[in-house]
């Protein structure tokens, strides 16, 4: 088969519009050939647990699945029963993006709180965390934070240790929605589990697409006792893979050396000079503080509209004209210098 | 990342099993590189389109999806009210193999029906076809047929054809999990519409990944007067593969030459080599017509326990003896003959 | 409000066609006036506890709820985790006649099981309880059984404790879908706890409609191990009745002195007279032995058609000529012995 | 039976805490006796949709239920696709107070908005109002108002209309949550339909339970084109009731005379007398403008608790201090006076 695009065009549009990194691509070809047991049953798979205890701890257990709107509602189904519900940002993904998934789906009450910037404290968790016993009351049963959040910011280790501390006395857990959770540790250059297993996080959904895979996430349950079933709800969830081994093999490309680390540290550090080219331009106010490869900023409607015709980017909110710029494993440095000038240009008219 | 397995290794347990076709793996690195649109704006999932218009008809519409339970759930969910029922055989994957997750994750009510060789017929249907406007049943609305069956039959054309003439008689439409659809096509030699399209099936759960793909399998709407909220639906089964032009390429490479036909027949072919090579060994029965890729015999519980160490398969059913032994893409004349004359020693003794 | 329909009209079409008993009325009005706590916080649901216990023994805990689809939904939710399923009969009302809420509202997967008369034995169960720690079948949880069954049958008490013994044995627990079990206890001649409590049934959907009330039945917790959330889930069940006093004050009246048996064993020896008057007529063939307070016979058709407009009842299955009969607190031996003898008239021609 | 209660005993914690209104237990004893065909065939119910008819218009049809929740979820349901999703105020009924139902048993996707007292507009539905076409969000479909709301306040009709019409030029329905529509009614001094049928409204849960039933809901669906399948569903979402002659017996006594508007302008003039004896006392703030049968007030934690130890009632909202008084049809001059006194005096100190 021959390319039906253009491989040298890049945008902005979001982190899961870029390809597999060349690496992973090796990787499922030497994952190949022969047969292997399906559904997990694989080396693959087996080796994949022992990278991630490496990452998370010894106690940590790795289920590979598809995607990232399968990761959280397996996570959250594991983490709560029938009548929980689960606190989360009023911006987070699995409260605004996932169709109704959570619930249609996953049969979860959401009890979203809005914040200024994307990431819960233990004073906004409070805004939900009540009515226990109360049977006319969905139970509070989980705080789901993301990390780096839907916004571009970043929680740090010891806010999420609050968090965690806060929740765990309230008799909650804390799960943590983790789809950009590399570029997180890049940006705040900490080991993955200095800010998740070490703090007090109990599950994770962690993020394998916007990092250059294929395909594929994996739910870290970072303890144990914080989720039951999840052989089983992985089947039921629909997310249950036969030929894992090759979700299995990406992962350890990504996980095994710094392959994770190299991408997402590369991406912020776009997003870091995309954010220094624009920031003083007259025009440009900027929506969040950028801490990882997403930078969100207020511009005008017309130069929005004429811009993103050149380089591809997504108008986050009609109402206030902010618009998401994300970095990729694959953003160049010609990618970013080329669209700040670009907007520049659009600025002046 | 070095190979963790034996790629010579190579047994009868299930096509899934098996890995990726070469041409497949060539597709999806010449979709890579450079970014494209996310969710199935790219261009492969557009030519996608073409393809599945080529083998299906004009009014088709192929939605990629992730696994094989998605794909079935997802086109029943589509297919149904809130209020309806799906008829299926007793032994249907739908009702036996997937955790529970067309009724759990789906809300489908499935009505089976014991057949003697997995396969439905406008009576055996009859008996569940029952009960509209009674508010206490389930209302049936659609007959789901597997083809190849979950039992290695086959529906001849006219069959799937009275099936659809009943069905739409009664005001239910048909749905085909066509997970071995090729390898049906390659056995009744026949072009994929032939028993499909030109028959009245409305549905199929086009079956990828047990022909030689990484993973995917494609939701093809032949009538899309049976389905309606396909989109939506797909996010909501969390089916949605946001890099989605690597399914499609995959698609694209099994379906625009003749690689689909050439690795089902190969796969029956092997299935028919080792049918002809045990058949009339003493000490096995054989359990149905094999008619794909699947052969399904009797043998000595003991006799079984010994072969599977040494070449992996299924007992499929412990009460009455019945293994299943399948071939995939990649299984070779030698591997079948290795394993006959294995099975023809331990039947000895 | 004056009556709008014929009071002293009554037919064999079921027990729910009946109305209230006198005293369940007076009960109400006792219950009356004033105000109480809603939704249990009542002293009549606190009263009606201690009402179970006397019946059911000291761990027993009563829940009301509204009807049959209700308590046989929540009892099932609240004995399994969302990857079980729940073995019973293939007529199980919960199986046959609750249109599909189990699965759609409640999140089940039944395993039905064929059977001779309704009733399943330990060798029945065994079709079903297979596959435990296989991802791929939902995990058989639950034993449903009905008593007096659908087809107006009857386990004795030695028949449960075996499959409350055999289910045990498999990690299984016992469920009751006793709409009629005080009819069974009038036939049986025994307390209520004798085939339940004492032979190892663990939760019960106790029916009260079908015996003489408004409306109203109570879920028992004969085993506290055996289920878990009953509270929360009776709300997202939405079960939980706001003005719970006259619910429990009607359970009072019927299970505090002997109502609940007086009316049952009334409705059986009524259904036993009709047994009695018709078994020999030519033209009649009993379908089933008749137990409790229904009887089921074949008859010809016409026969049927003509003799339901004049005293209704319904027909049980189309295809075998199968008529059900239903006996109730109100039928008068007077009743029964026109109907029978109208059947004479009808089949002589 | 004896009285358990004390039937003189009343308070302030909620119009479900009173019991059943005199001529609504006539009706019951009226439509008692005989036997009428089970789950809606019977003559009490078809006289209903006559009774519903006259006061919401020719095309109105009613589907009695058991309970609240059920006829908000019911209602939902047949007004929503599979990947809906309903906007309501944070505040709703149908948000906070039903224990998950509405996501968990009906699969709904509410979008909540913050109102300043529980009233929706077209300008605060606009902040949910978005992403139809885009498949990552649940499609809003519905806007459910509740009349008058859970804080004791009220729509104009022409508060509604204006809905409405938004609602309709969007391609969303209006559901009103109508537990307290009599109410709203006599408060407004306008029949039912000038501020429901007539100005726009398509589906309405409409309350007995609270304006003197025993228990009963009834699903108004006034517009027929907004809701489908309400038979099946009422069914699945377990509210179907087999003696339905009694719910349908109450609703007649209740809207075929005018208790309906005696009971519900009886209940609001309580609260006014109420109103009027609190709101000039020191120490009491209103927390909302009461125009039905409920009044909210700020009051001192320490008076509360020893009040409601005399008077039951409700605090609110824990945080702020907001308490509850609910007056019901059978609240008196009395009642109201003495608890404006107990007040009055626990204020003093």
Same mark, same amino acid.
């Given at each position: 088969?021959?390319? !039906?695009?253009?491989p040298?065009?890049?945008?902005?549009?979001?982190?899961?519009?870029?390809?597999?990194?060349?690496?992973?691509?090796?990787?499922?070809?030497?994952?190949n050939?022969?047969?292997?047991?399906? %559904?997990?049953?694989?080396?693959?798979?087996?080796?994949?647990?022992?990278?991630?205890?490496?990452?998370f701890?010894?106690?940590?257990?790795? %289920?590979?699945?598809?995607?990232?709107?399968?990761?959280?509602?397996?996570?959250?189904q594991?983490?709560?029963?029938?009548?929980?519900a689960v606190?989360?940002?009023?911006?987070a993904?699995?409260?605004?993006d996932?169709?109704? +998934?959570?619930?249609?789906?996953?049969?979860?009450?959401?009890?979203?709180v809005?914040?200024?910037?994307?990431?819960?404290?233990?004073?906004?968790?409070?805004r939900?965390?009540?009515?226990?016993?109360?049977?006319?009351?969905?139970?509070?049963?989980?705080?789901? &934070?993301?990390?780096?959040?839907? !916004?571009?910011?970043? %929680?740090?280790?010891?806010?999420i240790?609050? &968090?965690?501390?806060?929740?765990?006395?309230?008799? @909650?857990?804390?799960?943590?929605?983790?789809?950009? !959770?590399?570029?997180?540790?890049?940006? $705040?250059?900490?080991?993955l589990? +200095?800010f998740?297993?070490?703090?007090?996080?109990d599950?994770?959904?962690?993020?394998?697409?916007k990092?250059?895979?294929?395909?594929?996430?994996?739910v870290v349950?970072?303890?144990?006792?914080?989720?039951?079933?999840?052989?089983?709800?992985r089947?039921?969830?629909m997310?249950?893979?036969?030929?894992m081994?090759?979700?299995?093999?990406?992962f &350890? +490309?990504?996980?095994?050396?710094? $392959?994770w680390?190299?991408?997402a540290?590369?991406?912020n550090?776009?997003a870091? *000079?995309?954010?220094?080219?624009?920031?003083?331009?007259?025009g440009?106010? @900027?929506?969040?503080?950028?801490q990882?490869?997403?930078?969100?900023?207020?511009?005008?409607?017309?130069?929005?509209?004429?811009?993103?015709?050149r380089?591809?980017?997504?108008?986050?909110?009609?109402?206030?004209?902010?618009? *998401?710029?994300?970095?990729?494993?694959?953003?160049?440095?010609?990618?970013v210098?080329?669209?700040a +000038?670009? $907007?520049?240009?659009?600025?002046?008219?």
């Amino acid at each position: 088969m021959m390319p !039906l695009h253009d491989p040298s065009a890049r945008g902005f549009k979001s982190d899961n519009c870029a390809g597999a990194h060349p690496e992973v691509l090796a990787a499922i070809g030497a994952a190949n050939g022969g047969h292997q047991p399906s %559904y997990g049953g694989d080396v693959y798979t087996a080796r994949l647990q022992e990278v991630f205890k490496g990452h998370f701890g010894e106690r940590a257990e790795a %289920y590979p699945v598809f995607n990232g709107t399968g990761a959280n509602v397996l996570s959250l189904q594991a983490m709560t029963e029938p009548w929980s519900a689960v606190i989360c940002a009023e911006t987070a993904h699995v409260a605004m993006d996932e169709g109704g +998934a959570p619930e249609k789906t996953g049969g979860l009450k959401l009890l979203p709180v809005p914040t200024p910037d994307g990431r819960l404290t233990p004073a906004l968790i409070d805004r939900q965390a009540t009515g226990w016993g109360d049977e006319h009351r969905a139970q509070p049963r989980v705080v789901s &934070i993301t990390q780096s959040t839907e !916004l571009g910011t970043l %929680y740090t280790a010891g806010e999420i240790a609050a &968090i965690c501390a806060h929740a765990h006395d309230l008799g @909650m857990a804390v799960h943590v929605d983790g789809t950009r !959770l590399a570029n997180a540790a890049a940006a $705040l250059d900490l080991p993955l589990r +200095a800010f998740t297993t070490d703090v007090g996080v109990d599950v994770i959904s962690f993020g394998g697409t916007k990092n250059g895979l294929l395909y594929g996430e994996v739910v870290v349950v970072v303890n144990p006792e914080a989720a039951r079933g999840m052989t089983y709800l992985r089947k039921t969830a629909m997310q249950l893979s036969s030929k894992m081994r090759f979700v299995s093999a990406q992962f &350890i +490309a990504l996980l095994e050396g710094d $392959l994770w680390l190299r991408s997402a540290g590369h991406s912020n550090a776009m997003a870091g *000079r995309l954010h220094a080219a624009v920031r003083d331009l007259p025009g440009v106010v @900027m929506a969040y503080e950028p801490q990882a490869n997403e930078v969100f900023v207020r511009i005008d409607a017309d130069v929005a509209a004429r811009l993103s015709k050149r380089f591809p980017f997504e108008t986050w909110d009609e109402a206030t004209g902010v618009v *998401r710029w994300v970095c990729s494993f694959d953003t160049t440095e010609a990618d970013v210098d080329a669209f700040a +000038a670009a $907007l520049a240009g659009e600025l002046r008219g």
